[in-house]
Every structure is written in structure tokens, then in C-alpha cells.
């Protein structure tokens, strides 16, 4: 009950932030007005707009995930609100967990109302419904789930502007992965050694995308069951693991 | 009188970085609160009042030292559901309504509805806000209305213990006034009060018991009647000459003479018999002989001045 009244609560003064909401308005904005692009052929017209559409939600789902993350526990802290929550029959985890909680919670109801639009978009253009993007969008909102479970991480030692820098440059790393697994067998013991530490201490962010892979139908998953179901497990236990790293700081930290 | 605060030796020191030294915010403070008191505790600004308790609740941790809130470990949770804190110059939600937010917090206490729209309407009745003002956002709030609200939140689980800091600071009168009667009409209700304050008269007014801490030490702490009175007497006379007048300030005392009226407000006490001597010699009349009650800011700046205050 703790937890879920601290992560109501956070949802509840996220989705008034108009910087969230701006992201969001904009994010619609463009998946909306897709149709709009003039395009050669049918077929040109679809993979364009399930490009934008997905590329879009990924932009401003990034964007949405750093802002309200990055900020949740030290505004928390600088407001001096925590005073009156910590000093209630709360316990340090629970606050942790209700704050990531209430953030994917903001991530999940921004990404679902461009994941709804941009649906409803597809149907419109296309004449049919599009299963398919929407294991798009899934596999998007679990990457910002370890996004902000890295910044939450963060966000309980570091200041925002280094967690920005560093939770914004191991995501970028991250989605590298496919570079980092490359350079694990490099003839170079030193790089190759180097490549083993980031391939497997990042999150590999870039297991996510499938974008190319839904927009370009020539390109097969094997087995796409196993491949959804591993990148959620994966982004569950990720996020599980930096959770725990994140309350056993913020157990420490003096507010 | 079981005890409902009770502190040993507890010491917090701050590295600072920059100087390359150790700052004692608070030194060896041993001290104890009876449940049901009133319990002032003063101190100059960075005196280190606020960190104590902080250390108290559990949101920052000794450097040395124990302490036992409601029988509890400092932090601990059980003791936590019984008590409660209101920071000095509180900060909440602003975007969340009077309500929300005590609605918020009262389900931190783990409050059922209907229980907790019933204390929740309760507490905003008690500090008397404006029942217009408890569906509006808190942005819109005076300091007087959050301060309201502040000490709604601190009655809301209807505590055993509260910890109050600097509770009526930046208040206008009537405000001010208002939220001290609050906090007696709290004392009333049984419940132990720790107010950390340097508004005195307010602590001279609602306090049974006051400890004055400096630089982070203790310098002492007692019932308020014996801290203020003194053990000198005031000597009180009408119809005194200049010339007995002139007589009495020999004696080395401050006299205050005004028409014939004398007070010589801290005498000692074998000089009484002096004083009441020459009154009389000079055909005078002793009117009263008090014992001397000093002011809690005279204690005050007594105590700090000696410890070595500027």
C-alpha cells in the first residue's frame, strides 16, 4: 500500500509536469500528422510511417524516461519533501521502489497514448489493424523500464546532470551492443578483454530494437516468441538488479 | 513518568571537504523527554537543533552516540507510525490540493477509507483552514495556510509524539498566535511535544521543560520555573526621598526611581533587609518584596553568553 501511495503520487505530479506533457503532445503531434507526407508508392508510404512512428516513440519515450527519472528522488530531496514522507512508517525501499514504480508508470501511460495513436494511424492509412508494431512499442517501453531503473540508480548518489551524462552515454553504448559483441572476439586481448567488460556490465539496450526488423518483413526473427520473451526477462531482471544496487545506496545516503 | 525521547552521548560530525575539517553539528548530547511535556528546545540558528532531530527520525545517522524514540531505535518504523515530524519552513506537493495531500500521507500511515477522509477532514477543522481553501492546489497558499496544513499532517495519526520545527516562523500575529494555541491545545491532549524554537516567548508560554543547546552542546536543560527564577528579590517602595534613593544605590543595585516610587529589581537577598532599612529611615513605605523571576530570553542569553556566544 506504501509503495503503490508513493508511486500514485509520483505518477499523479509527473503527468503534470508541462515539460512531460510537451513531449507527449509533440511525440502524438508527429505520429498524427505522418499521413501527411506525401509518398511515391503504397508500400514506401507504410514502411515510412511505421518508421516515424516508432522511431518517434522511441525519441520521446527516451526524452520522457531521463526527465522524469533523473529528477524523482533529488527534487524529492532539494523540495525537502522527503522530510514529511521518510519521517512517516515508511521504509527507504519502499520509497525507491514506489518512485521507480510511479516514473515507469508516467513512461508506460505516455508511451501507450503514442502507441494508441500511432495504431490508430496505421489503421487508418492501412485499412487494417498492425499486431505487429505493437511489439514494437512493447519492446520499447521495456527499454526505458531498464533506462529508468539505470537512472533511478543513478539519481540515488550522483547529481542530474551526471546522471544525464551517464545514464544518457550507456544508453547509447548499450544500443552499440551489437559493435561491443563484435569486438569480444577481436585478435587484441587488451581490446578484446575491454570489449567483454562493456558488452556484459551495460545493459545491452540495442537487443531491443526491432525497429529494421518490423518495418523490413525480409528480415526473419527466428524464433520471436523466445526472442520477446528473453528481452523482457532480460529487462526485468536488469532492472531488479539495479533496483537493489539503488536501495542499498539510498539505505546509506542522508537526506 | 515513563519516557518518550531519550538521547545518550549522541554526536554527528560533518567532513568539510573544501577546509579539510571536521564540523561537530552535535556534541555529545545526552538528554530526556517524559511522555505528555511540552519540551522546549532552544538554540541559536546552526545551533543544531534541526540535525538532532533528523538524526531522531532517521534521515540523516550519528557519528557516536544512542537514542530511543518511544522505546524504539532512532528511524525505526514501528516508533514512526506514532509520531510525527513538521520541518521548519515545510515544503509539500504544490501542484496536489489541501486534501490530496494529506490524503497522500494518510495512506502512508496506511489509513483506511472511510477512517482516513474522516481524520483528514478532522485535522483541517482543528488548525482551522478555511474549509474553501482544502480542494485548491497548494501553490496557491499562504505560509499561514501551508503551515495549517503542515500541522495537519503532523496530527493526522493522531501521534504520541511530535516533532515541531520552529512551527510559527515567518507567521504574521494572528497566525503566529493561532498555531501556538494549536500546540496547546495539542499538550492538552496528553501528547509529548519536542518544539525546537527560538521564538521564546512562545516556548515561555506552552513549555513545561526547555534544554538550550549551543554550538552543538548541551549547556542545560530543567523545568522552565526553575531555569527562570532567580535567587535574587525585588524590593518594591512608595514615597522614597532622592536622597534614600542615592542611599540605596551604594549598596551596589540597580534601582528604577520614578516620583518617589522605587524598584530595585535584583537584589541580593541580604542586602533586602538594607534596602527595607534605609526605605524606612526616610519615613518610606515598602510596598512588596518578590522573588526576582528572570525571562526565558534572560536565561537564554545568560546561558549563551557564557558558554561563550557572540
Known amino acids: ?255 | 513518568m515513563p519516557v518518550a525521547l531519550s538521547i545518550q552521548g549522541l554526536t554527528k560530525k560533518y567532513l568539510d571537504v573544501w577546509n579539510k575539517e571536521e564540523i561537530t553539528a552535535v556534541d555529545d548530547l545526552t538528554l530526556e523527554v517524559e511522555e505528555g511535556e511540552i519540551f522546549g528546545f532552544l538554540g541559536r540558528n546552526g545551533a543544531g537543533k534541526t540535525t538532532t532531530i533528523k538524526m531522531l527520525l532517521g534521515l540523516i545517522f550519528p557519528t557516536a552516540g544512542t537514542a530511543t524514540v518511544l522505546g524504539k531505535p532512532m528511524g525505526d518504523t514501528e516508533a514512526k507510525a506514532q509520531l510525527s515530524y513538521l520541518p521548519e519552513n515545510p515544503y509539500f506537493y504544490e501542484n496536489m490540493t489541501g486534501w490530496d495531500v494529506l490524503d497522500f500521507y494518510g495512506r502512508l500511515f496506511r489509513m483506511g477509507e472511510p477512517a482516513r477522509s474522516r481524520r483528514i477532514e478532522k485535522c483541517l477543522n482543528d488548525v482551522r483552514l478555511d474549509q474553501r481553501a482544502w480542494r485548491r492546489p497548494l501553490r496557491g497558499y499562504s505560509k499561514g495556510m501551508l503551515q495549517r496544513i503542515g500541522i495537519a499532517q503532523a496530527l493526522l495519526n493522531d501521534p504520541k509524539l511530535l516533532f515541531l520545527d520552529e512551527p510559527t516562523s515567518g507567521l504574521d500575529p494572528i497566525a503566529h498566535a493561532e498555531l501556538r494555541d494549536i500546540i496547546v491545545d495539542v499538550g492538552k491532549q496528553g501528547k509529548t511535544v519536542f518544539l525546537s524554537s527560538h521564538q521564546l516567548p512562545d516556548v515561555e508560554l506552552v513549555c513545561s521543560r526547555v534544554a538550550i543547546i549551543h554550538r552543538g552542546k548541551l549547556l542545560t536543560t530543567g523545568p522552565l520555573n526553575e531555569l527562570t527564577s532567580g535567587d535574587k528579590v525585588e524590593v518594591r517602595a512608595e514615597a522614597v526621598p532622592g536622597e534614600a534613593a542615592e542611599k540605596i544605590r551604594t549598596l551596589g543595585v540597580q534601582i528604577e526611581q520614578n516620583d518617589g516610587r522605587v524598584r530595585v529589581p535584583a537584589a541580593d537577598p541580604e542586602q533586602v533587609n538594607d534596602i527595607i532599612d534605609i526605605v524606612r529611615g526616610h519615613k518610606g513605605t515598602v510596598t512588596a518584596v518578590l522573588p526576582h523571576k528572570r525571562t526565558l530570553e534572560e536565561v537564554f542569553v545568560d546561558t549563551v553568553l557564557k558558554a561563550g556566544g557572540d
Open chain 1, 1 to 255: 500500500m506504501v509503495t503503490m501511495a508513493i508511486a500514485r503520487q509520483t505518477l499523479e505530479d509527473m503527468l503534470r509536469r508541462k515539460i512531460l506533457l510537451i513531449l507527449l503532445i509533440v511525440g502524438v503531434g508527429m505520429i498524427a500528422l505522418g499521413p501527411s507526407v506525401g509518398f511515391l508508392t503504397p508500400r514506401e508510404s507504410s514502411a515510412v510511417l511505421r518508421s516515424l512512428g516508432l522511431a518517434v516513440i522511441l525519441i520521446a519515450g527516451l526524452l520522457i524516461t531521463v526527465i522524469s527519472s533523473i529528477q524523482v528522488i533529488p527534487t524529492e530531496i532539494e523540495r525537502r519533501t522527503i522530510y514529511t514522507v521518510l519521517s512517516k512508517p515508511v521504509q527507504r525501499y519502499q520509497f525507491v521502489l514506489g518512485k521507480f514504480l510511479g516514473g515507469i508508470m508516467t513512461v508506460f501511460v505516455m508511451i501507450a497514448a503514442m502507441g494508441i495513436v500511432f495504431l490508430g494511424v496505421l489503421f487508418w492509412h492501412e485499412k487494417a489493424f498492425a499486431p505487429d508494431m505493437l511489439k514494437g512499442v512493447v519492446m520499447t517501453f521495456c527499454q526505458m523500464m531498464l533506462l529508468g531503473a539505470l537512472t533511478i540508480f543513478f539519481s540515488t548518489f550522483a547529481p542530474p546532470v551526471v546522471n544525464f551524462f551517464l545514464s544518457f552515454g550507456l544508453f547509447v553504448v548499450g544500443n552499440l551492443s551489437t559493435v561491443t559483441e563484435s569486438l569480444t572476439s577481436n585478435r587484441n586481448p587488451v581490446t578484446a578483454i575491454l570489449a567483454k567488460i562493456v558488452h556484459y556490465s551495460i545493459p545491452n539496450f540495442g537487443n531491443f530494437n526491432m525497429q529494421n526488423k518490423l518495418i523490413h518483413p525480409e528480415i526473419v526473427i527466428k524464433n520471436e516468441t523466445v526472442f520477446l520473451t528473453q528481452n523482457i526477462v532480460y529487462a526485468v531482471l536488469y532492472s531488479a538488479v539495479l533496483l537493489v544496487l539503488a536501495i542499498l545506496v539510498f539505505d546509506k545516503r542522508e537526506v
